[in-house]
């Protein structure tokens, strides 16, 4: 799982961002175009083609020739394809072939403000301790033409026993020394969900980082839970429930395991719990409840699950009322 770089060079200043992507011929301009868009450079764009069957691929290399070869932005852009191996496998892979200085994974339906990577650049060039920069992100509608909520990442709570139940953070909002990734390790490819959840938790484990007040990303939501990369409930399941298991084994190899952090990873499984159960899934959320417990304790899991319930009952009155004066 440690990714290694396969170019003996690393070029001080240069932002490589990696995109792996699936099947997304119709929104992978977009995505492409935020990182041409961008004030900063040099940057050099790697893109990985996971076994895709449409012609993703295709409308990527024709991009290349045109848009990217007059980008005064992109020094190099590359593009790979491989088997249908998932985001993780893609996102290492895209690693290996980069040269920066800086890593920026990007997903390839979200996009960037034009001004992210020089503003997380320059926090990090003050900064030579820090490891990562986060920013504020958006989510928006399938289209990206409407704004659906604001995350305010810079006000949650920061600190490692907090991570499970709040991440502060998510694949595309962080801009990475190359260092950090080499010293945490990569994405965990045998998780197809929750992958960057685990990661980053490593890598907070790993490494400092800082919060920056800036909405820079926008992240699409889409219908239909296209945003599910398990493929089948079964591998889902598997991904999500050894992703809180492999947190809590680095926490307690790090020396940095506590009650608070257990009962933060409990939280999450409570999480796990109540999805497992809006896609009928009994059994599963059987287990992300018994592991809660386990984790949280009988009182603070009762009363987390009573805070569950009582965000679900507003939720439910609040559709309700939309419903009825509308």
Same mark, same amino acid.
């Given at each position: 799982m440690m990714p290694y770089s396969e170019k003996a060079q690393i070029i001080n200043g240069m932002v490589s961002v990696v995109i792996p992507c699936f099947n997304r011929s119709k929104l992978i301009v977009e995505t492409l175009e935020s990182v041409a868009n961008q004030t900063y450079s040099p940057i050099e764009l790697i893109v990985v083609d996971d076994g895709s069957t449409d012609n993703t691929y295709d409308i990527i290399e024709k991009w290349k020739a045109g848009r990217a070869s007059h980008s005064k932005t992109i020094e190099n852009m590359r593009c790979y394809r491989q088997a249908n191996s998932g985001p #993780?496998?893609?996102? *290492?892979? $895209?690693? @290996?072939? #980069? /040269?920066?200085?800086f890593i920026q994974f990007l &997903?390839? &339906?979200? /996009? +960037?403000? =034009?001004?992210?990577?020089? /503003?997380?650049?320059? +926090?990090?060039?003050? *900064? =030579? $301790?820090? &490891?990562?920069? !986060? #920013?504020?992100? !958006? @989510? !928006? *509608?399938?289209d990206n033409s409407r704004v659906l909520k604001k995350i305010d990442l810079n006000s949650y709570p920061h600190g490692i026993e907090n991570f499970p139940a709040q991440y502060p953070m998510n694949t595309v909002t962080p801009l990475y020394r190359r260092k950090i990734i080499e010293l945490a390790g990569g994405y965990d490819e045998q998780l197809r969900a929750g992958e960057d959840f685990e990661f980053n938790f490593r890598v907070m484990a790993y490494g400092k980082g800082v919060w920056i007040d800036s909405y820079l990303v926008r992240c699409r939501t889409h219908d239909g839970g296209e945003r599910i990369q398990a493929g089948n409930y079964t591998r889902w399941f598997d991904s999500l429930a050894m992703g809180l298991v492999k947190m809590n084994l680095t926490a307690i190899r790090k020396g940095i395991s506590s009650k608070c952090l257990e009962i933060s990873i409990g939280k999450k499984a409570m999480d796990y719990e109540a999805v497992m159960r809006r896609e009928y899934q009994p059994l599963q959320a059987d287990f992300f409840k018994r592991h809660a417990l386990s984790w949280m304790g009988f009182f603070n899991g009762s009363i987390w699950r009573l805070r569950l319930s009582i965000r679900k009952s507003k939720k439910q009155l609040t559709a309700a009322k939309t419903r009825y004066f509308h």
């Open positions: #993780s496998a893609a996102r *290492n892979f $895209g690693f @290996r072939k #980069s /040269t920066g200085e &997903d390839s &339906d979200d /996009t +960037m403000e =034009p001004r992210k990577i020089e /503003t997380q650049v320059r +926090m990090l060039s003050e *900064n =030579p $301790g820090i &490891d990562f920069c !986060v #920013s504020n992100y !958006v @989510r !928006v *509608n399938a």
